[in-house]
């Protein structure tokens, strides 16, 4: 108990704000939108909480742990990035181009569970975009304020992911085709920041 009262005694309303309004945008639900719905026309059946709960414990746990496991591993945050920018790419391009890169036809009978955590919660959520953030702000803001934050991202999340269907039966499909590519020419431009931003860190380029 004494240790709990330590930990809430660091929690600071302005930081949690603050850290809230910066790691929300970098989450970015809102933007993913179009993701989610690409994903449920293929059949794939979103768990919300489940994409939720396992972004929490994914930033969470790279909250903790993300430079030690790392360096443990002998890679840098900026490779980290790059792989993961590599990813949001081709997903950006399956938004954009109207094609298939990621096959889920051989996980039919597990994709329900499978989904929530790849690539919805990792990397699309709780990916090197998120990581990088925490890692850059956990110098200026203490980690209860982080890890409140932190649910506060999430609890949006989960706003956002059940009101998906209610966005594909009211808005229609024009609308939506249209945002979809809206946002999947978006997603590409940050996949390609979060990429060569980090080649340049990688070979000096800057």
Known sequence: MEALRNFLGEVDIWQVLSSFIFMIAIIDPFGNIPITISMQKKGIKIHAEKVCIASLVILLSFLFLGEWILKLFGVEIEHFAIAGGFIIFLMALEMVLDVTIFQND??????????????????????????????????????????????LCMLVLYLVLIGTNWLTKYLGQTALYIIRKFFGIIVLAIACKLMFGNLAIVFHLN
């Open 106 to 151: 051989k996980l039919e009978g597990e994709i329900g569970s499978g989904s929530s955590i790849v690539p919805l919660a990792f990397p699309m959520y709780a990916g090197p975009g998120a990581f990088t953030a925490l890692l850059a702000i956990t110098a200026e803001y203490s980690v209860a304020s982080l890890c409140i934050s932190l649910f």
